[in-house]
T-cell receptor, first 111, second 117 residues
Framework: RKEVEQDPGPFNVPEGATVAFNCTYSNSASQSFFWYRQDCRKEPKLLMSVYSSGNEDGRFTAQLNRASQYISLLIRDSKLSDSATYLC????????????FGTGTRLQVFP | NAGVTQTPKFRVLKTGQSMTLLCAQDMNHEYMYWYRQDPGMGLRLIHYSVGEGTTAKGEVPDGYNVSRLKKQNFLLGLESAAPSQTSVYFC????????????????FGAGTRLSVL
């Protein structure tokens, strides 16, 4: 079993739709969580950090569920420009120097 | 503010040739990383460095060597390229130290597309 697992998708949604992705992690000692966005043939870029209390940034909301060991990303009012691959990232402990990347969930928003 | 810069952007090698990929960051970050990204595999850590003069192996280090002679630069070398090393290579850096919540956030370069024939 991979340490970080994501549904590869693609998720095909119309503009204006709400879409949610989940990411599960296997190591219960994981401490820090992030969502990165990667556009086709581009580098990954930080979308948002995921805090224990949840995190909201405009149309994007990230949640952490420690009991079930997953994080989620909710995108409201999808835009064409949201089309990308969303990478779930986990750090095992606060002081570790390595991030564990999921393979990503591809989102395609159509007109 | 350039962030993380990788050179070259593209390269084609023949099997057995050698090359060096250069990564430079201007954010005064302590930690630097080299990843490769292959379809369906996600990002895999090759080597990383937690400071000038230090290097460590990641998940897939075989066939690669690295050096961190200066804090701002992290070099990835392929001594004898093989077709299995055809991939997209990303360099990243992070603050790494201190108590800031964002110390582990990694910032990536634009990548190097390498083909080994």
């Amino acid at each position: 079993r991979k340490e970080v697992e994501q549904d590869p998708g693609p998720f095909n949604v119309p503009e204006g739709a709400t879409v949610a992705f989940n990411c599960t992690y296997s190591n219960s000692a994981s401490q820090s969580f992030f969502w990165y966005r990667q556009d086709c043939r581009k580098e990954p870029k930080l979308l948002m950090s995921v805090y224990s209390s949840g995190n909201e940034d405009g149309r994007f909301t990230a949640q952490l569920n420690r009991a079930s060991q997953y994080i989620s990303l909710l995108i409201r009012d999808s835009k064409l420009s949201d089309s990308a691959t969303y990478l779930c990232v986990v750090i095992r402990s606060y002081n570790t120097d390595k991030l564990i990347f999921g393979t990503g969930t591809r989102l395609q928003v159509f007109p | 503010n350039a962030g993380v810069t990788q050179t070259p952007k593209f390269r084609v090698l023949k099997t057995g040739q050698s090359m060096t990929l250069l990564c430079a960051q201007d954010m005064n970050h302590e930690y630097m990383y080299w990843y490769r990204q292959d379809p369906g595999m996600g990002l895999r850590l090759i080597h990383y460095s937690v400071g000038e003069g230090t290097t460590a192996k990641g998940e897939v280090p075989d066939g690669y060597n690295v050096s961190r002679l200066k804090k701002q630069n992290f070099l990835l070398g392929l001594e004898s390229a093989a077709p299995s090393q055809t991939s997209v290579y990303f360099c990243a850096s992070s603050l790494g130290e201190g108590n800031r919540l964002d110390k582990n956030i990694q910032y990536f370069g634009a990548g190097t597309r390498l083909s080994v024939l």
